[in-house]
Nanobody, 115 residues
Framework: QVQFVEAGGGLVQAGGSLRLSCAAS????????MAWYRQAPGKQRESVAV???????HYADSVKGRFTISRDNAKNTLYLQMDSLKPEDTAAYYC?????????WGQGTQVTVSS
């Protein structure tokens, strides 16, 4: 069974930084195209960063230059370093495959950026 456990969210002032982690079980993150998603209240879930199994990385325009996705294969964990945070980054953040497993969504981790 594929499971993801996200952590690292919190309350931060605009311009601050947070590092999110996503511990995976049931799969090896190195073997899949993995992504970080976020969902703000009243909005659809959106992909913000993707790391391909081969290492290529893609970012949504809204976070390009501020967020960095990475993975630790030994720990089977995905990371999202978020710098220069903005109030519009406030959302619940989740990880999953780039083609997400419907039943594998975790509880997410809440990021709140105050102005």
């Amino acid at each position: 069974q594929v499971q993801f456990v996200e952590a690292g969210g919190g309350l931060v002032q605009a311009g601050g930084s947070l590092r999110l982690s996503c511990a995976a079980s049931g799969i090896a993150v190195s073997g899949y195209n993995m992504a970080w998603y976020r969902q703000a209240p009243g909005k659809q879930r959106e992909s913000v960063a993707v790391i391909m199994s081969g290492g290529n990385i893609h970012y949504a325009d809204s976070v390009k230059g501020r967020f960095t996705i990475s993975r630790d294969n030994a720990k089977n964990t995905l990371y999202l370093q978020m710098d220069s945070l903005k109030p519009e980054d406030t959302a619940a953040y989740y990880c999953n495959a780039n083609n997400p497993w419907t039943n594998a969504w975790g509880q997410g981790t809440q990021v709140t950026v105050s102005s």
